[in-house]
Every structure is written in C-alpha cells, then in structure tokens.
C-alpha cells in the first residue's frame, strides 16, 4: 500500500495537486464497479498512471481516511511527495477539471458534474438493492425492482436532455454539453452498457433513446478511449467483472 507524504504544509498540497506532470495510482479493486470513468479520464490524460489494488483491504482500509475506495495517489514527481486523495465525486472533478474533461466554462462544469451525478445515481441503486443483496431471493426481488422502477426513468430524462441540448446549440450531437468527451459522456457510456444488459432494450435502444446511444458511440470512437479499452488493464477489469457479477 502507498503512503502519502506527512506533515506538509496546506500550500505545499495544494501545489502538488496544480502540478500537470503529476504521477498517479489509483487503488481499486480489479473490476469496473464505481470507476470506469474516473479510469478513463486518468488513461486518457496523457499521464503516467498505475492501477493498483488492495493486498488485504480488510486490513488495509483501517488505514485508509473513511474506509472505503477508490483512492488516488497522486506524487510530485520532481519531490516525490504524494497525496492521499478520496472519494469518487472528488476525485472526478479533481482529475476532470485538471485534464478537461469539465467543459470549457464554469457553467459547462456545472452542467456535466450534474448530469455526472443524476447517472451516479442510478448505479448506486444498483449496488445498494440488487449488488448487496443478501440472498439469491432477494436479489431477484430488488433486481425486478430497479429494472422497472429506475432504469426507465432516468433513460427518459437523459434523453429529453440530450436532445433538448443539442436543439439549443448547448452540445453537439453525441455530447450532453459542448463538443468535447467529458465527465458525464464516459460515466453514461459506462453505466448504459449495464443497464442494457440487465433491461435489453426495454428502455434503452436506438428507437427509444438515440441520443443516449451517440453518446455511447461517440465515447467509443474516441482515439484515447480506444487505446484504453485495448489495454491489458481494462481487459482484466472487463474480465473480472464478467466473472464475479455476470455483467
């Protein structure tokens, strides 16, 4: 496990995290669950970057600020002093807005984190009533339950969105805001591909939500993305997942 740095002064920090040539370990475990898009955006950057994962998390998170991950360890590679850094929606808007995944304004920033957000969401209730299911008879229960009572409803709104943003002139066709991959863009790719899988095309399809699905594709064309996805990392992590949650 990594050790952040002691004892540095609150200007010192913040100078490490202004820092573009900065160095990176993200620490998860080896499947996708809450970060594929956090990794995209760290692969994409165009920074050197290392996943890691726990040893012994039971032990190890005893040490870590709130006991859970992802955690980012981020080093100043001219001193070699390295950060601690936690939670999810910081650490996206921490490496979105470094590495411009955020927009090209504070209004745009605004509009992606709270797309960004609504998508967050909907997997957290994934994971909360159907992942931590404590039996195969529940999770049938809550499966039943988010696969008709959420999935449907934020494809409805994501849509009128899109396309309400795309008629205003405030996305291109394949973006919610601007015309540039961003933070919400990766996150919906990410998260449609498994509702898709667990709904088929009961609520999202090419017929029903369009311009959820360009977003998908134009995430998937991206050159840097791309590169990702054919790297040895992600196919562990596309491997891992399949395995131990069937997604």
Request: glycine content about 6%; charged content about 25%; hydrophobic content about 40%.
């Amino acid at each position: 496990m990594i050790t952040a740095t002691k004892n540095l002064s609150t200007e010192t920090m913040s100078k490490i995290l202004e820092g573009k040539n900065n160095e990176y370990s993200l620490l998860y475990f080896p499947f996708h669950g809450v970060v594929p898009a956090l990794r995209a955006m760290l692969a994409m950057s165009g920074a050197k970057v290392t996943f890691i994962q726990p040893d012994d998390w039971p032990v190890e998170k005893k040490e870590t600020q709130f006991g859970h991950m992802p955690i980012l360890y981020e080093t100043n590679p001219s001193t070699n002093q390295t950060l601690e850094l936690t939670e999810l929606s910081v650490l996206e808007e921490h490496i979105g807005q470094k590495y411009n995944f955020l927009g090209s304004n504070s209004w745009e920033a605004n509009q992606i984190l709270t797309y960004n957000s609504s998508t967050q969401s909907l997997f957290d209730k994934f994971v909360t009533l159907v992942i931590r299911a404590t039996s195969p008879e529940l999770r049938a229960q809550m499966m039943e339950t988010f696969v008709n009572g959420f999935i449907g409803e934020w494809a409805e709104f994501h849509e009128r969105a899109l396309q309400a943003n795309v008629t205003s002139g405030i996305a291109k066709s394949g973006h919610y805001v601007g015309e540039k991959v961003s933070l919400a863009d990766l996150k919906t790719a990410a998260v449609a591909v498994v509702m898709m899988k667990l709904s088929g095309d009961k609520f999202i399809s090419e017929e029903k939500t369009p311009g959820i699905l360009k977003v998908c594709g134009t995430v998937e064309a991206d050159e840097r993305y791309q590169k990702w996805k054919a790297s040895d990392d992600m196919k562990l992590f596309d491997e891992v997942t399949k395995k131990r949650f069937g997604l």
